[in-house]
């Protein structure tokens, strides 16, 4: 209180044991209230009960890591791709993939490729332009891998194409093995 009779706002979170209510998550804030002078002359305190607003974040922040725990899981990189072809969105797979730096942001053919211009062919412009799931085999001369390339067109509400998100594989292993075995 010493600190709001001094001037500060003074806001935070509490958990607590109600008897009747069990326990509830308050928002609990004090106010300075001022005379015209500016003197701080009395508090106003106000508490919300906060606890539903809590569960349901909490909820959805469980939901988040159980997903983004799925999508760690796969073989697979996933990365969502801006019509401005910069990565908005990776798995841990592509920070597997490629690392040592952050893909979003940054724009797919730097990232991945190390070039100043997309790959012949790319998969995720055709994709943007055709519509369609668009697949291609590619050598990635930045790191000596082969990568099997997915672009699968993500439409909003009005049907138009958002993004594309892109899975990658490294195919590096049964490429030797295809060309071991001509």
Same mark, same amino acid.
Request: net charge negative.
């Given at each position: 209180?010493?600190?709001?009779?001094?001037?500060?706002? /003074? /806001?935070?979170? /509490?958990?607590?044991?109600?008897?009747?209510?069990?326990?509830?998550?308050?928002?609990?804030?004090?106010?300075?209230?001022?005379?015209?002078?500016?003197?701080?002359?009395?508090?106003?305190?106000?508490?919300?009960?906060?606890?539903?607003?809590?569960?349901?974040?909490?909820?959805?922040?469980?939901?988040?890591? %159980?997903?983004?725990?799925? !999508?760690?899981? !796969?073989?697979?990189?996933?990365?969502?791709?801006?019509?401005?072809?910069?990565?908005?969105?990776?798995?841990?797979?592509?920070?597997?993939?490629?690392?040592?730096?952050?893909?979003? $942001?940054?724009?797919?053919?730097?990232?991945?490729?190390?070039?100043?211009?997309?790959?012949?062919?790319?998969?995720?412009?055709?994709?943007?332009?055709?519509?369609?799931?668009?697949?291609?085999?590619?050598?990635?001369?930045?790191?000596? %891998?082969?990568?099997?390339?997915? $672009?699968?067109?993500?439409?909003?509400?009005?049907?138009?194409?958002?993004?594309? !998100?892109?899975?990658?594989?490294?195919?590096?292993?049964?490429?030797?093995?295809?060309?071991? !075995?001509?």
């Amino acid at each position: 209180l010493e600190r709001c009779l001094n001037g500060e706002d /003074i /806001i935070y979170d /509490i958990w607590v044991n109600f008897p009747s209510m069990g326990r509830r998550c308050m928002n609990v804030g004090y106010y300075p209230r001022r005379n015209c002078q500016g003197d701080v002359i009395g508090i106003l305190h106000l508490s919300r009960d906060i606890t539903e607003h809590m569960e349901t974040d909490q909820k959805v922040m469980d939901e988040r890591a %159980r997903l983004e725990s799925i !999508l760690a899981s !796969l073989d697979t990189g996933l990365s969502l791709i801006n019509r401005d072809m910069t990565v908005a969105w990776a798995n841990a797979k592509v920070h597997e993939l490629f690392p040592g730096k952050n893909p979003v $942001g940054a724009i797919c053919h730097k990232f991945f490729e190390n070039s100043e211009k997309p790959c012949d062919e790319c998969p995720i412009i055709v994709a943007f332009n055709s519509g369609e799931i668009e697949t291609t085999e590619h050598f990635n001369s930045s790191n000596g %891998r082969w990568f099997s390339i997915i $672009g699968q067109p993500v439409r909003g509400e009005d049907g138009q194409i958002q993004q594309v !998100l892109e899975g990658i594989t490294d195919i590096t292993e049964r490429k030797a093995t295809e060309e071991a !075995l001509r």
